[in-house]
């Protein structure tokens, strides 16, 4: 019924720049927040950044700084802007939402991933 569908990784330089977007496709009746996480190997998933349907956003310290998400509400998308790239950025980044669905239930869904990697 909800889908995410995630695009932009790839391989870059330490110092360069990505910028992911998700798309939510389905039904609903709100989107309450919407987030990114990564996933190194050998790691926990781990949350990365976040935004509210009132646009309050929230960070990683390890990212503060150097990503900045946004969303673009006509499209049902959100992005994840990166710069600064590190090394240690390195992993495989999940899109999440939570939604509120028209039984007012609320369920969290996850995108596919998508592999970024910051060579040095």
């Known amino acids: 019924q909800v889908q995410l569908v995630e695009s932009g990784g790839g391989l870059v330089q330490a110092g360069g720049s990505l910028r992911l977007s998700c798309s939510v496709s389905?039904?609903?009746?709100?989107?309450?927040?919407m987030g990114w996480y990564r996933q190194a190997p050998e790691k926990q998933r781990e949350p990365v950044a976040s935004?509210?349907?009132?646009?309050?956003?929230n960070y990683a310290d390890s990212v503060k700084g150097r990503f900045t998400i946004s969303r673009d509400n006509a499209k049902n998308t959100v992005y994840l802007q990166m710069n600064s790239l590190k090394p240690e950025d390195t992993a495989v980044y999940y899109c999440?939402?939570?939604?509120?669905?028209?039984?007012?239930?609320?369920?969290?869904?996850w995108g596919q991933g998508t592999q970024v990697t910051v060579s040095s």
């Open positions: 935004i509210t349907s009132s646009d309050m956003t």
């Open positions: 999440n939402a939570d939604v509120t669905r028209y039984s007012r239930s609320s369920s969290q869904y």
């Open positions: 389905g039904s609903w009746f709100s989107i309450n927040y």
